[in-house]
């Protein structure tokens, strides 16, 4: 089946400096990436998605990338704010399977100010 | 719109117990998951259901039963609880298909003596 690893487990920054999150997954037939953010006791939430056919996508800070080649994909988070501290996680998905999707392990992101 | 609920919120058994989680969504979703999370460990597949009719194991089955009441409701069951059970457990909701959003409930935290 598939796997996701997520580093780094914890990210330290400060406010408005950039925050990247990398993933790497392991089934070649993966085409589905998105990124979900949970606040402290809250849901995880979609935040950006990008499919296999894409390199790049892009939503006012947010950016996530994705190199195929090298089955990894990460996630870019610029002029960070406070609101952003949160638990980042990737995931992947065969979409031929349910969407089913498999979750990195994720990033605890802390922007300090 | 209340999109996916769950109850209870928050449920203490003691080891051997049984009970049932309760998920609903009103989405008119077709595909339903059931997740737990530990620390660490990010969001792991217990079960999912492509669609009405259809349950499959995910990652993590073992101790666990589902039904797919109907196209609305998707219950999680734990037969004999044991303390490796202690966790928040989420309910997502999809589309199926392909690059479609899962959409969480907001959790239920379980603690097995």
């Known amino acids: 089946g598939e796997n996701v690893e997520q580093h780094p487990s914890t990210l330290s920054v400060q406010e408005g400096d950039s925050a990247v999150i990398k993933c790497t997954y392991s089934d070649s037939a993966s085409n589905y990436f998105p990124w979900y953010k949970q606040e402290l006791g809250k849901r995880p939430q979609l935040i950006i998605d990008?499919?296999?056919?894409?390199g790049e996508k892009k939503d006012q800070r947010i950016a996530v990338t994705l190199n195929k080649t090298a089955k990894h994909f990460s996630l870019h988070i610029t002029e960070t704010q406070p609101e952003d501290s949160a638990v980042y996680f990737c995931a992947a998905s065969n979409t031929g399977t349910a969407s089913k999707l498999t979750f990195g392990t994720g990033t605890r992101l802390q922007v300090t100010l | 719109n209340a999109g996916v609920t769950q109850t209870p919120k928050f449920q203490v058994l003691k080891t051997g117990q049984s009970m049932t989680l309760q998920c609903a969504q009103d989405?008119?979703?077709?595909?339903m998951y059931w997740y737990r999370q530990d620390p660490g460990m990010g969001l792991r597949l217990i079960y999912y259901s492509a669609s009405e009719g259809t349950t499959d194991k995910g990652e993590v089955p073992n101790g666990y039963n589902v039904s797919r009441l109907n196209k609305r409701e998707f219950s999680l069951r734990l037969e004999s609880a044991a303390p490796s059970q202690t966790s928040v457990y989420f309910c997502a909701s999809s589309d199926g298909g392909s690059y479609n959003e899962q959409f969480f409930g907001p959790g239920t935290r379980l603690t097995v003596l």
């Open positions: 989405m008119n979703h077709n595909s």
């Open positions: 990008i499919r296999s056919n894409v």
